[in-house]
């Protein structure tokens, strides 16, 4: 019988989501930022897949999929942002949407 | 699990959870968009494998498929439609061909490993003895107590959709040019 501790898990899942974080604030690049929040976004899949089998509920993946379909709608809406901020500024440099003019 | 050949099941987990970690941390510290990319491939399987030894092979299997197999796509058609921008080119690495995919190669072939090892170790580990939560149970809860939250997330897809339809289409882009020219002039 296998059993993995909780607390192993949640150390995993809270690596994964410190390394998505820190991508998410350190990088300048719009293309980095959405990859740091898929990475943070499966931390925290991992956390609710976890618990839900530590408990031996089925909850933990019904969690896990309705945070699959806010990562589905996220990407596309970001991705569909940054072809748009492609064709305005010709980059991807997330500082060069401090402006906030017109 | 008795011989001291069989690698405990709980080895392959923090495997899995290491190749996770270090295709992240490759990800965030990459450089070149596309080589990032291979590795964030990489972190999905492995967490994927990291759901089936938690005992949840569905979910496993819906990372694979929707997160590798369709968001991943959607990055890699959003990076094929920029082109490579003059911020990729720059950073271009000296030294192209066999080094550039064989750290996510190493990665995913361990990730291998791992999955033909399990294979050829079924009678060994009595891999039914993970706590497996069954999809029909996932299934039940979906459309049971969970019927209005299945409801909402149809809404976001839908609104993701209209959002991600209205913002990509090319139309009103020169005029939205225009206005940006107008307003560098002044």
């Known amino acids: ?102 | 699990m008795n011989s001291n050949s069989v690698i405990p099941l709980e080895m392959l987990f923090y495997l899995a959870g290491f190749i996770a970690i270090v295709a992240s941390l490759k990800v965030v510290l990459g450089k070149h968009a596309v080589h990032s990319l291979l590795y964030l491939i990489v972190s999905l399987l492995a967490v994927a494998v990291c759901f089936y030894f938690m005992g949840a092979p569905f979910a496993a299997g819906l990372e694979v498929i929707v997160y590798a197999g369709a968001i991943l796509v959607l990055f890699v058609f959003a990076i094929m439609m920029f082109g490579l921008g003059q911020d990729e080119e720059k950073h271009a690495p000296n030294t192209p061909g066999l080094t550039i995919w064989f750290g996510p190669c190493a990665l995913a072939l361990a990730l291998l490993f791992e999955l033909i090892y399990i294979i050829n170790n079924v009678e060994q580990h009595n891999v039914t003895a993970i706590n497996h939560i069954s999809p029909k149970q996932v299934g039940s809860l979906l459309y049971g107590p969970y019927l209005l939250a299945v409801e909402i997330a149809s809404f976001l897809l839908l609104a993701g959709l209209v959002a991600g339809y209205h913002f990509a289409k090319p139309d009103g882009q020169e005029h939205c040019n225009k206005i940006a020219e107008t307003g560098d002039k002044q």
């Not at chain 1, 993946?61 to 806010?70: A, D, K, R």
């Not at chain 1, 990407?75 to 010709?90: K, S």
Request: hydrophobic content about 60%.
């Open chain 1, 1 to 102: 019988m296998i059993s993995l501790p909780l607390e192993h898990i949640f150390i995993l899942a809270s690596i994964l989501f410190m390394i998505g974080f820190v991508g998410v604030i350190a990088r300048k690049n719009t293309l980095f930022i959405l990859m740091s929040l898929e990475v943070m976004l499966n931390a925290v899949g991992i956390a609710f897949i976890g618990a839900g089998s530590v408990w031996q509920q089925a909850d933990g993946q019904v969690m896990f999929i309705l945070i699959l379909t806010l990562a589905a709608a996220e990407v596309a809406l970001g991705l569909a942002l940054l072809i748009r901020l492609q064709r305005r500024f010709q980059s991807l440099d997330i500082d060069k949407l401090n402006r906030l003019r017109g």
